[in-house]
Structure formats: C-alpha cells, structure tokens
C-alpha cells in the first residue's frame, strides 16, 4: 500500500517508503551480520537486491509497484543510512588517517574491520561534499555506491546516457579521491603495510 | 579543490552519442568548458596525451586545466577507490536493459575492453569491399546495425549487421558460412533474408540482411539518404513498441504473434533454427496500412555462440546474449537449441506482447551470480502473463495500451493465453509445444473462441516444481508427499472420468473449461496453501514435515473450498490418501468420512464418483480394527465400480484390489482366495497393476498354511517394479519391506538380513535418516538379528527403528506405536527387562489413550504388557494387567479374550493361584472353541499352550488333561 501511496504522489510516503525500505534492508544486513561465520562483508548489490526481491517478487503479500527508479534511489538512501548508522555505532574512538579509503571498493565493505568502517564514513562525507560541486556525479556515486548498481541502471534513472554516467562516476571517483586526499594529509604519505594505493 | 569558482554548467554540457567518442572531443570548446567534460575527455585519452590536450583545450583558463589534472593525478594515485568487483558474472552484462522494458538492452559499453580504437575504425562512410555504411539502424545484443550501400551485383541498401568486437572473426564467418546454404533456402515474407557475410578490413565480422525498411514498397534509397531520417511510415519497428505505439488490442497482438509463428515454422521446416527470439529481432512494417512482421537476425545466434557456456564464457556475457530471452537449455549448452528452443523464444516475445514485460525481471537476473542465474531459470516458474499484471505499477497504462481497462486485460489473458505461454515457457522441451505451428494452431484456437490445446499447469507438475524449488530446504519427507501429490491430479482426472462415464460423451466445450477452471483452482490450493503458506524463509531453520504440509493444507480446506463442494471432495480425497500414506489412519479416516457424505449428498450413494472415496475410505480403516466396516465399504466401492465401469478400468482394478487388502483380515480365508482367482489375469499384465495384484497375492497367502509361496510372489513383484519403474524406485522399498517379512516368516533369516542390508543404501538415498522407511529397514533389520538369536544386536536395532519412529511420526502413530510394542518385546528376549517394562508400559498407555476404537491394539499392548510383567517378576502387576485385559476384551466380544485368558492363567500361576489359573486356561479353550469352532487347528495350540504353562508352573497334575484332550484330538479330530 505503502509503495502504491508514493507512485500515487501522496505526500509523505515517501519518507514512510524510506523508512520501510530502511527496516528491510536493517534486518537483512543484521541477518547478515550476525548469521554468517565468517567475514561480515554487506555486499551492497546483494542486499539492496535481496530487498528488491523481497519487495516486488514476492507477489502475493507484499505491496507491488513497478518504479524501479525511485525504488532504487529509495534504496541507495535506504543503504546509505544502514552502513552509515552501523558505522557510526561501531566506530572506534579515533578515526582512520591510514588511507584504507582508498581500498574500499564496490564489491563490499567489511563491517568487520574498524578501517573500513572509517573509510565508510569518510566516503560518505566526500560524497556529500561532491553533491554540493556536482549532484547528479554524487547521485551517480550514490546509486552504484549504495545500491549497486551498473552504470546503465544509474543511467536509466537518471534519464541521461550511459555515456554521461560514465563521465560523470569517473569524474566522481578522481573527485572523490582527491577531495579525501585533501581532507586526510596524512593519506599522501606511502601506505605503511599492504599496498593500499 | 574548488570547482564552485568555475562557472561548471550541466546544462551546457556536450552531449554525446554513446559509442561515438572520438567525435565528441573537438566539439568541446572554451564557451561551454567545465572541469567535468574536460576530466572525462582527458581520461579517456592515452595517459600520455592527457596533459597536452588539457593544457591545449584549457589554454585559456589555467585554473581548470590544473583542476583537471589534479583530478587525473587522483584517479591514477587512487585507481582501486571504489573499483568495481572484477570478474563478476553478470556484473558488466549490458545491463540497460535492467530497467528497460521492451528495449533493445545492449547499449555498446564504452568501457568495455579496451575497443574504443576498434570500435571507431568502422563508421558511417567507411566503405569495404562492396559495401559503404550510410547510417546506424539500431544498436543489437551481438552488434552494431547499419544501413549500407551495396555496389554489386545489384545496387540496393541493405541491413549491415558489424558484430561487436572482440569474437573469433574467422570462426565466426566459418560457422556462419557454414549454415548459409541453409539460410539461402528461406524465403518467406516474414523473414529477412540473410545475403552475405564477411569481415572487415579491421577484422570484424559482419552479416548483410535484407534491409526491413524496404518492405514497405518505397525502395527510393536516394529519397531515404536525402532525408536523413526516413519516413516514420517507412520505419522498421521492433514488434513490441510497434504494438504499444499503434495501441493494439490483444486480439491483434495475437494475430501479429501467430505471423511471427508461422515464419518461424518455415525457417524450421528449412533446417533454421533462430536461437535468440526478443522482441528487437521481430520488426514490422506496415505495408498499405496492414502490420507485418518479420524476424531478422536468422543465423546469427548460431554463429556466435556455439558452445556451452562455461565459466570461461563469463567474461564474454556481453556476447552471449540477454538472459531474460534465454531458454533454460540454452543456458547449459548453447549449441543444444531446436525447435523447441524457439518456442521459448516465442512464450517470452508472447509474454512481453501480452503483458508489457518479460517474463523474468531483468534487473533481477542481473544481480545474480551465473550459478543462480541458471538455477533461476532453470526451477523458477514466473508468474502467468496474467498475475504478472498484478505486479506492474503501470499495469494500468499497460492496459490502456491494448485499449481495455486492467481489469479487462487481466480476464482476457486469465486462462488460456496464460496457459499458452506457460506451455511454451515450459522448463522441459518436451513439456512445450513441439512446434511453431502448434503454437500458431492454438493462437489461432484462441482467436476463433475455440478450446485451446494447452492446459493448465498440472497439480503434481506445480508439486515438483516446487519441490525442486526448495530442495535444500525441504526435507526427504517431502519427496514422498510429491508422489502422493501425482495422486491429487490423478484423483481429479478420476472423478471427471467417472463423471464424464455416466453422462456419456457430452463432454461440451463449457464442460472442458469448467473442469480445466476446476483444476486450476485446485493447482492453486496446493501452491498457494498447500506449500505457499510454508515459506522456507520462515521455517528455515527447522525442516518442514509432510504432517504440517498435511495440517495446513486440511485446515484452509474450508475456507477455500466451502463454497464448491464438487472441488473439495477431491482435494479432500488427496489429502485424506495423504494423512494414510503417513500413518495417520485416524485423521484420515475421518477426512474420508466426511468426504463420502459429501459425496453421497452430492452425487447420490450409488455414483461412481464415489467409488475412489470408498477405496480411500476402506484403506484408512486398516489397523484400526473395523475389519468387517473395511469389508463393507470396499464391497460397496467394487459393486459401484461394476457397475459404471469397463472390467479393466483402473478405478474397477482398484476397487477389486481394495476389497482383496479388506478380506486379508477375514479369518476364513475362503473369500480371499477366491479373489485371488480373479487378481491372477492381472499378474501379466505390464503396469504397475500387476506389481500391485502381486503384492495383495502375496499378502493374502500369508493366512494360508503353506507360507513357502509368498517370497517367490514378492521376488516376482520385486523383479517386474525394478522392471516397469527402474532400481530407484520407491516401492521397491515396500516390496523388500513385504520380502524380508515372507523370509521371516519361513525363518530364513539370514537371507532376511543380507536383503535389509542391501537395501539400505538405497533407503538412505531415497528416504530421509528420520523416515518411516528408515525405522522400516532398522525394524527388519533387528527382526532378522532376534531370528538368529542375536538379541543385543537385534534390541539395539529395535531402538534405532523407535527413535527415528517417534520423530517422524509422533509417540501416537500407528506405526510408532507398533514399533514400541516390538521394542520392548526385543528387549525382554534380550533379557534386557528393565527396558523391556519401561517401553511396554508406555506401549499400553498411549494405546488405551486412543479409545474404543483402538480395541485390537489396546489388547494387544496389555497383553505385552502382562508378559513382560511376568517375565521380570512382578507378578501383581501383571496379574492386574490381565484381569483388566480379560474384562475389556470380553466387554467387546473380541477375539482377543482367548489370549487374554491365558495370560490370565499364567498370572495367577505366577501369584500362586492355582485353580483359579487352571479354570482360566479351560475358559481360554472354550473362548477358542467358541472363536474359531471346534474343529480349528488353533484348538490345539491353545491346549498344547495351556499344558506347557501349568506343568511348568510344577502343576503336571492340572497340565495332564489338557495334554490328553489334545492327543485325543490328534488321534480322532476330523483334521
């Protein structure tokens, strides 16, 4: 119903959308998180799927609509306030400095490890940072980032050519990477054990 | 780093064609120069050629050439932030088509190894050999296409398809060459022709096809080319937005769909096979108004993807295709396609014509491994075009695009059209349409308002479906439930059939779709209640048992069925077999019960649609001890049967073998054989018939004297199921069980245990560790083990068989509760007689706990009882036990107060009563007199038995009349 009120335009449902998506992709990630033995990797395109599954496929319960764009840039949101809630619960005392930034990759993040919990939340706020120069390469960021998905996906979405996306994560990944260059000095001196660069 | 200070204009940005980079780079000029287009042109660049062409294209603002290469410096410095997963299956597979639906998906990635310099060499103007390239048409899952001059033999534009690079060139052309002559063979008007192929300069292979656009009739290239763009008119169209642009209802959907099958079957009649049927290979034009179809693309497939697609392959997706086209075969190997490949080709061009969308959600298959993709494919049956409506948010304007109301879409596909896709996308080959036609054939059906060939989805097939759906989570228990299920269509089909018997061949087409509607409804109950409602996601850490499958599904019986009594008989009737089949006599027999009243009121007492109801009804009876109510009810099942059906009917069959298993339990035996007489025609015969008749043959001997016959008639029985059915069949389970019983009962044991342990690994493969058959060959197992007198051995294996009795079927099933009676008895010949107590106690109070119904079975546990009192000495008790026992089974008239009294007699041996214990000995005497007439053989045994007890309780005074009437009877009994 939920999801019929906002493809209706009712107002308000769509923070009410967010919100459900939120607790589904909350208890997906915490199933996850606690239930396997080994690494806590939240794979992004996994879960923001999985919800997606859970949403539209099942298809006698669950409310049913066909907008996946909206579904989707719910769902990067939804993501977004999961890892970043989670992290900021989890965060040690003093924060990153040792470029593990840098590795954090789309594939996931392991929740397991206090660096890249740090790394998370620095992304998190370069990409903000980014929204102010550029809002459509932040919405990029945050579409592949936070819902994984490809760039021809983003491109749908956003009603612009795969092309433009490209250019637009690319400039976004050099953005990115220089902005938290700049935000952590420390990060130009070489990585002092694995190669993290 | 400040790009705010720069004027960065979005609007302004240069747009550019995807696929066409390198034309893009001089259109950027200082006017509309931003950081943004500037990094992303430079990136693309050589890194060596990076900084000039910055610090040439932003001469004149120095402040953004050194953002810019500021911003470069970051991207190779930091190249794995945010770096995509390498390697994933599906992760690059061109996934616009993710969110689009009814387009084209393959977008030419122009990240895609490395082929930008490739890919420019070839464009609008190049020219090779004999053809210049004019203009891109469209862009395909393999390739670009384009609209291309021809020079020679004849002048004329024609359809170019330059494939993507990055395939085999010179195997492709090989390949594609290969199949030519056969491509050459087809001429049909809903067919472009395939005209050439070859490579270019730059090594690409590519296929000229007759152009489509020319169809029309206005084959003025110069007129095209001068235009630029063609007359919309004139325009080739993929078949789905054709039909959504031009608001074609379903019935002309259909009509269009039926050209596209009846080109297809041309191409298949000339040895073509198409392999990658989508909406964007079916174009049409109009010509004078009227919509044609035509595929384009024949051969291409074949060409590219000749192989299995092996984890190799992953890497190349973007060349293998849309998986969302892709029939599950396909997917193992790619070069298994036939006929049948394109009539799944066809149920998802019928599926997105239809109902907007394909049948499995792109962005869903794209999110998957290759593994899950295939398993999707292969087990995952998607919702009927018709349910699938109810997903969509824009269902509404789906349905404003066929010109009707939702609602109206959603009846009009409801039914056969559904049914007609759902047969073409039939995971299986075989279970679709053999052919284009066929599926053209029905179309047409559908358009004439006649019944269509395709059915429903079967109940047991849903069954299965489901099962292998969920197989890592539902348990082997299930598997039998499965083929219980193959009951719940075969019992339908019955009913219709004894129905349809009586009303003689007025089967009307009405008839045919109320009955198809029927079972429908019935399908649905078993996916949606039946299994639906027990979601693994819920139930996953536990295993799901067939009992709660059974529970669930009776339980919502009511409130599915109330109001159609004529379905409900039938789901009743399953679900009834289904409680049997587990042991649950009593929930069984009641279901039965009142499923034959509904059948009565409902059909009236003497239709033949009861007679299934009946043999159901008399099969639940079993154990319960209403002998003489099985035997009535079987003779009313076969009496009903003979009389509305042919002798060698299989309901008649039935009924016979049912009232066969109701007389094993007559004490004279003289009905049963002659029912024998009339089961012997059935012993040749090759079905399963026979195994059955062979198997009742064998059951109803065991009452005869010569016990020798029965293990040849199971060997028998044994070598036709493994004949008719194959090794792994699950009643060759029943059929060893019934073996090692025969063997048993001629004390071979030893043959009993080497059978058992034979056995086993098949039980182990085909039953789950906690099933009945389990407890089953642990019983025979620990039977053969007492046998040969190793009694330790023997009660171990009796626990085993408990054990997993109790958690498969609950302290209360029948055959848990036969297994504690056996359990205590092993263990008190083991000697073992603290157990042996223990487990006959409990026997004998959950057996008195079930009622006046339960009569045989109470008796017989406190007979156990008694004895294993006796036998560890506490003779109070036991004498207890018998005085009740004695009271309960003459209150009832049984037969079990012969026995009873003995034990009688030997518990008040026990307790020292002496006359009292010889009094009930002669009473037991005259019980059996009074129970099987004087002449009975059994007579003896009683005698022999009471002298045996009084002469060893060191009464040989008492004991020597009995021994006397017994030789006495010996020497002049008419035996």
């Not at chain 2, 050439?196 to 029309?216: H, I, K, N, W």
């Not at chain 2, 404003?400 to 080959?429: F, N, Y």
């Not at chain 2, 299934?612 to 009810?633: C, D, K, M, P, R």
């Amino acid at each position: 119903m939920l999801l019929r009120d906002v493809a209706a335009g009712k107002t308000g449902a769509d923070s009410e959308l967010l919100d459900a998506v939120y607790a589904q992709l909350h208890s997906l990630a915490r199933q996850k998180m606690t239930g396997e033995r080994t690494g806590h990797t939240l794979g992004a395109t996994g879960l923001v799927h999985e919800v997606y599954a859970k949403i539209f496929a099942a298809e006698s319960e669950a409310p049913q609509f066909n907008d996946r764009a909206h579904f989707f840039r719910t769902a990067a949101q939804a993501m977004r306030r999961v890892l970043i809630d989670y992290a900021r619960s989890r965060r040690g005392a003093k924060r990153g400095g040792d470029g593990s930034w840098k590795r954090v990759s789309l594939e996931g993040i392991d929740l397991a490890k206090p660096e890249d919990l740090d790394a998370l939340l620095s992304i998190d706020e370069a990409i903000c940072r980014l929204e102010a120069e550029d809002e459509r390469a932040a919405s990029v960021v945050r579409l592949r980032f936070y819902a994984g998905l490809e760039l021809e996906a983003v491109a749908e979405m956003l009603g612009v050519t795969v092309r433009s996306v490209s250019r637009d994560w690319a400039f976004a990944r050099a953005w990115l990477a220089k902005d938290l260059t700049d935000h952590n000095p420390s990060d130009d001196e070489p990585p002092k054990s694995s190669g993290g660069g | 780093m400040r790009i705010g200070s720069f004027p960065v204009s979005l609007d302004e940005r240069v747009r550019c064609t995807d696929g066409q980079l390198q034309s893009c780079v001089p259109a950027m000029s200082a006017s509309n120069l931003n950081i943004k287009d500037l990094f992303a042109d430079a990136i693309e660049l050589p890194e060596a050629q990076r900084e000039t062409f910055v610090r040439d294209t932003a001469a004149k603002h120095p402040e953004i050439a050194a953002a810019v290469l500021g911003l470069l410096r970051a991207a190779i410095v930091n190249a794995d932030l945010l770096a995509e997963p390498r390697g994933t299956a599906l992760g690059k597979l061109n996934a616009s088509a993710a969110l689009a639906t009814g387009r084209e998906p393959d977008q030419l990635d122009p990240r895609m190894e490395g082929a930008d310099s490739l890919w420019s060499l070839e464009g609008p103007g190049t020219v090779f050999g004999k053809y210049t390239l004019l203009e891109v048409l469209g862009e395909g899952g393999f390739g670009v296409v384009y609209r291309a001059q021809q020079s020679e033999p004849v002048k004329r534009q024609v359809a170019l398809k330059l494939l993507k690079p990055g395939m085999d060139t010179r195997s492709v052309v090989s390949r594609f060459r290969a199949e030519q002559e056969a491509l050459a063979l087809m001429d049909h008007p809903g067919i472009a022709k395939v005209l050439d192929a070859g490579s270019t300069p730059s090594g690409r292979p590519f296929v000229v096809m007759e152009l489509v656009a020319q169809a029309a009739g206005k084959n003025d290239a110069a007129s095209e080319l001068a235009d630029g763009a063609s007359p919309a008119g004139t325009k080739a169209e993929v078949i789905t937005s054709y039909c959504n642009r031009k608001q074609l209802p379903v019935r002309q959907r259909i009509e269009l769909a039926i050209e596209v099958c009846r080109a297809l079957q041309h191409a298949h009649g000339k040895g073509v096979i198409h392999r990658d049927i989508k909406p964007s290979n079916v174009l049409v034009t109009e010509v004078d108004g009227v919509a044609r179809a035509k595929m384009i693309d024949f051969g291409i497939a074949k060409a590219v993807r000749p192989g299995t697609l092996s984890r190799v392959h992953t890497e190349q997706w973007q060349l293998i295709g849309t998986p969302e086209y892709m029939a599950p075969e396909q997917l193992d190997n790619a070069a298994t396609a036939d006929v049948r490949t394109d009539v799944y080709g066809l149920g998802t061009l019928l599926y997105e014509m239809l109902c907007g969308t394909t049948p499995f959600d792109p962005v869903m298959l794209r999110s998957l491994s290759l593994e899950r993709l295939h398993e999707v494919v292969r087990t995952n049956d998607p919702p009927r075009p018709s349910a699938r409506l109810s997903g969509l948010l824009d269902a509404d304007s789906i349905a404003i695009q066929r010109r009707v109301t939702l609602g109206t879409l959603k009846s009009q596909l409801r039914g056969e059209l559904d049914w007609i896709v759902q047969r073409c996308l039939a995971k299986e080959p075989q279970r679709r349409y053999q052919t284009a036609a066929a599926v053209a054939d029905d179309l047409q059906r559908w358009i004439d308002h006649r019944p269509v060939e395709a059915g429903p989805l079967t109940a047991s097939y849903a069954a299965s479906k489901w099962l292998r759906r969920h197989r890592g989570l539902a348990i082997a228990a299930l598997a039998v439930l499965a083929t219980l299920l193959a009951g719940l269509a075969g019992t339908g089909v019955a009913l219709y059939h004894a129905g349809r018997e009586r009303a003689s061949a007025v089967a009307s087409a009405s008839e045919a779709k109320r009955q198809a509607g029927r079972a429908e409804k019935v399908t649905r109950f078993l996916v949606d209640d039946m299994f639906g409602s027990l979601r693994p996601e819920v139930t996953r850490s536990r295993e799901i048992t067939v009992r709660e499958i059974a529970e669930n599904a009776t339980n919502r019986i009511p409130q599915q069925f109330g109001d159609d009594d004529q379905t409900r008989i039938i789901v009743q009737t399953t679900l009834a077999d289904v409680w049997l089949k587990i042991g649950e006599n009593q929930r069984s027999r009641d279901l039965y019960a009142d499923t034959l009243a509904l059948a009565e009121k409902l059909f009236g007492s003497d239709a033949p649609q009861l007679v299934e109801v009946l043999i159901g009804y008399a099969a639940s009876l079993e154990f319960t001890g209403q002998h003489s109510t099985q035997q009535n009810l079987a003779r009313r099942a076969l009496r009903i049967a003979e009389a509305n059906f042919a002798a060698n009917s299989p309901v008649r069959i039935r009924a016979l073998l049912a009232l066969a298993n109701a007389e094993r339990y007559m004490t004279d035996l003289a009905d049963a054989r002659a029912l024998l007489d009339r089961l012997s025609p059935l012993e040749n015969d090759q079905s399963e018939l026979a195994v059955s008749a062979l198997i009742l043959k064998s059951d109803l001997l065991r009452g005869s004297t010569d016990l020798s016959q029965r293990a040849p008639i199971l060997e028998q029985a044994l070598a036709k199921n493994v004949q008719l059915l194959g090794l792994d069949h699950p009643r060759n389970h029943e059929i060893r069980i019934k073996l090692a019983y025969a063997y048993l009962d001629q004390s071979r044991f030893q043959e009993a245990e080497r059978l058992m342990l034979e056995h086993k690994a098949l039980a182990d493969r085909l039953f789950a560790p906690d099933s009945v058959q389990a407890s089953e060959v642990q019983r025979l197992l620990a039977k053969s083990l007492a046998g040969q007198h190793r009694d330790a051995e023997a009660a171990a294996a009796y626990m085993r068989c408990l054990d997993i009795a109790i958690i498969a079927l609950g302290e209360t099933n029948i055959v848990a509760r036969t297994t504690l009676g056996t359990t205590a008895e092993a263990f008190a010949d083991a000697g073992m007689l603290t157990e042996a107590v223990a487990l006959a106690e409990r026997a004998q109070a959950i057996e008195s706990s079930l009622g006046p119904t339960n009569l045989d079975n109470t008796l017989t546990a406190s007979r156990r009882y008694g004895r294993v009192l006796l036998l560890a000495g506490q003779n109070a008790p036991a004498l207890q036990v018998a005085q009740d026992g004695v009271a309960l089974a003459e209150a009832n008239n049984s037969a079990f107060r012969i026995g009873m009294r003995r034990l009688l007699g030997d518990a008040l041996l026990a307790n020292g009563r002496a006359a009292e214990g010889d009094l009930a000995f002669t009473q037991a005497v005259l019980a059996a007199v009074d129970y099987v007439g004087e002449n009975s053989p059994r007579i003896n045994e009683v005698l022999t038995n009471a002298f045996q007890s009084l002469s060893r309780a060191g009464y040989p005074d008492r004991a020597a009349k009995y021994a006397t009437l017994a030789s006495f009877r010996a020497a002049t009994g008419p035996r």
